[in-house]
T-cell receptor, first 114, second 115 residues
Framework: AQSVTQLDSQVPVFEEAPVELRCNYS??????LFWYVQYPNQGLQLLLKYLSGSTLVKGINGFEAEFNKSQTSFHLRKPSVHISDTAEYFC????????????FGSGTQLTVLP | ETGVTQTPRHLVMGMTNKKSLKCEQHLGHNAMYWYKQSAKKPLELMFVYNFKEQTENNSVPSRFSPECPNSSHLFLHLHTLQPEDSALYLC??????????????FGSGTRLTVV
């Protein structure tokens, strides 16, 4: 079975400050990892994904994430946030096993303060 | 526009009403999903269709009835709902059930309020 843990339910940060949203996963097989963003009253939009290869993945809106297999983590980072980055962020995993179900973490609400 | 379109965007219905949610994708995907997103709760997978066949029903009450007439369309028929069914219902699609690398593409959701 696979699971995803997002360690922080809420992260307030000031505009132009760096931010890291933490994600840890558990799976007995290799995985694909994703970060989605959800703006108020909207669906989920794919920010970035890790399938294989380079462990540092760059996504849209200046976000990047690093896959760390030994720590089973896939933390999301941005060096300088904007007010418009205020949203809920979901980490998700698909394992390479037969049940390729996308499992989500519980989400992290990022609030960027002026 | 994400490639997955959900209608209506908002729906208010009484507990005795019957309504349907619609999801449409033209991405050439063969798997479609219904998720429920309630306040302060994780996303809940409700149903999965792969090549028009239902492959998962995650213990969803029978007052929710999915229908997938073809790979591009997915419906969720609703009847005799309860107030606790109020939530954002999200539709998603993916290449198919077995190909995981593409991730899922989500619609904007239908905000359902049961009164």
């Amino acid at each position: 079975a696979q699971s995803v843990t997002q360690l922080d339910s809420q992260v307030p940060v000031f505009e132009e400050a760096p931010v890291e949203l933490r994600c840890n996963y558990s799976s007995s097989v290799s995985v694909y990892l994703f970060w989605y963003v959800q703006y108020p009253n909207q669906g989920l939009q794919l920010l970035l994904k890790y399938l294989s290869g380079s462990t540092l993945v760059k996504g849209i809106n200046g976000f990047e994430a690093e896959f760390n297999k030994s720590q089973t983590s896939f933390h999301l980072r941005k060096p300088s946030v904007h007010i418009s980055d205020t949203a809920e962020y979901f980490c998700a995993v698909i394992s390479s096993g037969s049940a390729r179900q996308l499992t989500f973490g519980s989400g992290t609400q990022l609030t960027v303060l002026p | 526009e994400t490639g997955v379109t959900q209608t209506p965007r908002h729906l208010v219905m009484g507990m005795t009403n019957k309504k349907s949610l619609k999801c449409e994708q033209h991405l050439g995907h063969n798997a479609m999903y219904w998720y429920k997103q309630s306040a302060k709760k994780p996303l809940e997978l409700m149903f999965v269709y792969n090549f028009k066949e239902q492959t998962e029903n995650n213990s969803v009450p029978s007052r929710f009835s999915p229908e997938c007439p073809n790979s591009s369309h997915l419906f969720l028929h609703l009847h005799t709902l309860q107030p606790e069914d109020s939530a954002l219902y999200l539709c998603a699609s993916s290449q198919d059930r077995e190909t995981g690398g593409g991730g899922y593409t989500f619609g904007s959701g239908t905000r359902l309020t049961v009164v």
